[in-house]
């Protein structure tokens, strides 16, 4: 079993940045591509982004490329995620992931963290 654990999340204002943090234990002796679903009240949980085991291969979704950067430790299974020009519509619970492969899980990757707030005032 793998654990996932994220810190970072809280109150900013529209404009400002948050930098959210994930940091595995247990089973870390895989390699496991790592990533960031978001989920706001409403809606369904997205992908915001995610990045591969050695780091070359990243993908972001339309509504937040150009603004979130998504970067590991290199040979860790530690993932970030820098939030700049923050919206109000990017509020919403952060969850950090980890699958062998996250192009392959889709939308149900293998470990999920317990989710992190973060909310954008206007």
């Known amino acids: 079993q793998v654990q996932l654990v994220e810190s970072g999340g809280g109150l900013v204002q529209a404009g400002g940045s948050l930098r959210l943090s994930c940091a595995a234990s247990g089973r870390t002796s895989s390699r496991y591509d790592m990533g960031w679903f978001r989920q706001a009240p409403g809606k369904e949980r997205e992908l915001v982004a995610r990045i591969s085991w050695s780091g070359r291969s990243t993908y972001y979704s339309d509504s937040v490329k150009g603004r979130f950067t998504v970067s590991r430790e290199k040979g860790k299974n530690t993932v970030y995620l820098q939030m700049n020009s923050l919206k109000p519509e990017d509020t919403a619970v952060y969850y950090c992931?980890?699958?062998?492969?996250?192009?392959?899980?889709?939308?149900?990757?293998?470990?999920w963290g317990q989710g992190t707030q973060v909310t954008v005032s206007s």
């Open positions: 992931c980890a699958d062998r492969s996250l192009v392959r899980a889709g939308v149900s990757p293998d470990y």
